[in-house]
């Protein structure tokens, strides 16, 4: 039998799961130092061959997803989920978004004091910004939401554009319309808030994508914006996601895990 043919593709290549190829190489080390203890060439006989079996097959314990979900910890898996959304890097962003758009009456509180809302000054403002963002893409991002020194990069699937710096996600974007509505924010915040220009482009990122929360019609086609949760499976653990997108011409606004963080300025 070929060794192509023992191949599992759903759990290898880019289909594999890192969690669950640690849990394994774990247990392949554990049951190997078993072996050499009643043989000590069994031991790295039984190593290589677990090894073989996990690069071929993505596990050597069937079940092993359960397993890893069980026992590994939520914050350790979300790390290497390589589905989940707006994955971008915590250790770029030391601001609060929340008390940015407060700090320069972006938004504010509402009337019974519970919840938050745009400013209408801030609103006509971003909303007319919108209008006057004629081409939104990675060029538009560029020159309005980063500064120097940022040695990003950019890709571009469809209308959706993810921005990496150092091999980490620093934004995202689904759609142009989520991006017509940043680059319009972008340009309001540079002249709202005294700190804009000193922040780094995950920090800026993060803020915009907060304040894409507050909008209610689409900054592509003025339709009604739809706010929905889901919960999300892959390999080794499930997430609840929020996701909001346009009732008329279905543009994706955002997409991320939903979180406490996000529960404040929601
Ligand atoms: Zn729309």
Not at 27 to 37: D, K, T
Not at 156 to 169: F, L, P, T, Y
Request: net charge negative; hydrophobic share 35%; with cysteine.
């Amino acid at each position: 039998m070929s060794v192509q043919r023992l191949r599992q593709p759903e759990y290898t290549g880019k289909n594999r799961c890192t969690p669950c190829t640690i849990v394994n190489t774990a247990i392949a080390i554990f049951i190997s130092v078993l072996a050499s203890i009643i043989s000590p060439v069994l031991g790295p006989t039984v190593f290589l061959a677990s090894m073989l079996t996990i690069y071929l097959r993505g596990y050597l314990v069937p079940g092993t997803p359960k397993l890893t979900k069980r026992y590994v910890p939520d914050g350790v898996l979300r790390w290497f989920d390589k589905e989940a959304p707006n994955r971008s890097s915590d250790t770029e962003v030391r601001v609060n978004p929340e008390a940015v758009l407060l700090e320069c009456n972006a938004v504010e509180p509402t009337e019974d004091g519970t919840d938050l809302e745009l400013s209408s000054s801030f609103e006509q403002s971003w909303r007319s910004g919108m209008q006057s963002v004629t081409n939104p893409g990675i060029n538009e991002i560029r020159s309005t939401i980063s500064g120097v020194n940022n040695h990003l990069n950019f890709e571009q699937s469809g209308d959706s554009v993810i921005a990496h710096k150092n091999g980490e996600v620093v934004g995202q974007w689904d759609s142009t319309a989520a991006i017509t509505a940043d680059v319009a924010a972008a340009n309001e915040l540079v002249q709202r808030s005294p700190s804009w220009k000193k922040m780094t482009f995950a920090e800026k990122a993060r803020i915009l994508m907060s304040l894409r929360v507050f909008l209610e019609k689409c900054p592509a086609c003025e339709g009604d914006i739809r706010l929905e949760d889901d919960v999300v499976e892959s390999c080794c653990r499930s997430y609840d996601v929020i996701a909001a997108s346009c009732t008329a011409c279905d543009s994706q606004l955002f997409e991320t895990e939903w979180n406490e963080e996000l529960e404040a300025t929601a």
